[in-house]
Nanobody, 123 residues
Framework: VQLQAYGGGLVQVGDSLKLDCAAS????????MGWFRQAPGKEREFVAA????????YYADSVKGRFTISRDNAKNTVFLQMNSLKSEDTAVYYC?????????????????WGQGTLVTVSS
């Protein structure tokens, strides 16, 4: 499956932004979907994940209550709604797909990755 992330940009602290991840090649119904991010000089980290049916979501503590992951399997797309953005949310955001049967936060379990989209939160 090929993934393409969209929607990054420059926003102010407190603003909202929505990222899209469009898939091609295979239906996303077969995959757990996750969002990860990598800030300058830091390791890539887990942000959020959603199960195949879109009924179970899991978030990193740092984004819980501010970010929402969702999916539209009919459109083969996954979304990340980001609200109340903070300067520490600045990073390149990646969507990824895992063939596991349940949600995982482990980067190594996601074999398919999009190219990343840059989110810059300015104060």
């Amino acid at each position: 499956v090929q993934l393409q992330a969209y929607g990054g940009g420059l926003v102010q602290v407190g603003d909202s932004l929505k990222l899209d991840c469009a898939a091609s090649g295979r239906t996303l119904t077969n995959y757990i979907m996750g969002w990860f991010r990598q800030a300058p000089g830091k390791e890539r980290e887990f942000v959020a994940a959603i199960n195949r049916g879109g009924t179970v979501r899991y978030y990193a503590d740092s984004v819980k209550g501010r970010f929402t992951i969702s999916r539209d399997n009919a459109k083969n797309t996954v979304f990340l709604q980001m609200n109340s953005l903070k300067s520490e949310d600045t990073a390149v955001y990646y969507c990824a797909a895992a063939g596991t049967t349940s949600i995982t936060t482990a980067i190594a379990m996601y074999p398919y990755w999009g190219q990343g989209t840059l989110v810059t939160v300015s104060s």
